[in-house]
């Protein structure tokens, strides 16, 4: 007799570790987060094996489910992907998407395998801008725009809060701790569009005295950042567009305090009732959600 768990508490474990929340896991799955914990209880149950330690709202994998997890994410995704090609030939949906560049490049795209692991049946069309403000022609199912000094329709909406960061190579400022004084001093680049950004940063700090201006300007905020990785000064620079360069080393923040930005990252999905649409939407702030 083969030793299979129920499905649905599969689901929502599987769900759950993946983004070590519950309440992420019910938004995906469109349950409530009692049905969820009810599920995962069942199933260490049928297993006989504790698979959350939970400490207050905090879940972390015991070792059992970390090695259960990927096997998991994996069967559901062969499962998905093979039902899709074996019988969904003709039921396809491509979403077309027109990006603001720097977000596609350092936030989007290092997470979009797993939109295409978990949504194997729609097509991702994607196009980028470095307007901050939508085209306003519909041409694509859904914008996303650095939107700032411009009005945004109605139905525009705010992705996340957003910050300033100071960041620069790991060794820029190496061996000392980093005092105001020595980033009033240090060499700095700038992105054209935040010539502001500074000034505003260092009035946040209750600065007003002057400081060394940049001395390199770029037109983009992916050169800026390429910039400061080959170690060529700080970088004032939005949080999440070095998330994953933080993460990585390759980047460091120098000053801890984080300075609200006035834009932020907005989405205008112009095709509100698509369902391919809907989904990709839903998604994309599942993974902009913090964690619990």
């Not at 120098?254 to 009732?273: C, R, S």
């Not at 989904?279 to 994309?284: A, H, N, R, S, Y």
Request: aromatic share 8%; hydrophobic share 40%; net charge neutral.
């Amino acid at each position: 007799m083969r030793f299979l768990p129920p499905l649905n508490a599969l689901r929502a474990f599987e769900a759950a570790a993946r983004h070590q929340s519950l309440t992420k896991a019910a938004e995906e799955l469109n349950v409530t987060r009692a049905a969820v914990s009810q599920q995962v209880k069942q199933l260490e149950g049928y297993l006989n094996a504790v698979l959350f330690e939970r400490t207050g709202a905090k879940l972390s994998l015991t070792e059992d489910a970390k090695y259960y997890l990927p096997l998991l994410t994996h069967t559901f995704s062969c499962l998905s992907a093979g039902t899709a090609q074996l019988f969904e030939r003709d039921r396809r949906d491509t979403v077309s998407l027109n990006i603001a560049q720097s977000f596609c490049a350092q936030w989007l795209i290092p997470k979009l395998a797993d939109f295409r692991c978990h949504h194997p049946d729609i097509d991702l069309k994607v196009s980028t801008t470095s307007n901050a403000f939508p085209n306003g022609s519909m041409t694509t199912d859904i914008e996303i725009v650095n939107g700032i000094g411009h009005p945004l329709p109605h139905n525009a909406l705010r992705l996340v809060d957003e910050s300033w960061l100071v960041v620069a190579k790991p060794d820029y400022l190496t061996g000392k701790h980093v005092t105001l004084e020595d980033i009033v001093a240090a060499e700095k680049i700038a992105t054209s569009g935040y010539s502001q950004g500074w000034e505003q940063w260092f009035e946040a700090q209750g600065y007003v005295g002057r400081f060394n201006k940049p001395c390199l300007q770029f037109d983009h905020s992916l050169l800026a950042i390429d910039a400061a990785i080959h170690g060529l000064g700080l970088l004032l620079v939005k949080d999440i567009l070095v998330q994953k360069h933080l993460t990585q080393g390759s980047l460091a923040q120098l000053w801890q305090q984080k300075v609200p930005t006035e834009g932020g990252h907005f989405l205008i999905n112009h095709q509100p009732h698509k369902a391919s649409a809907v989904c990709f939407v839903k998604w994309l702030q599942l993974q902009l959600t913090p964690q619990e």
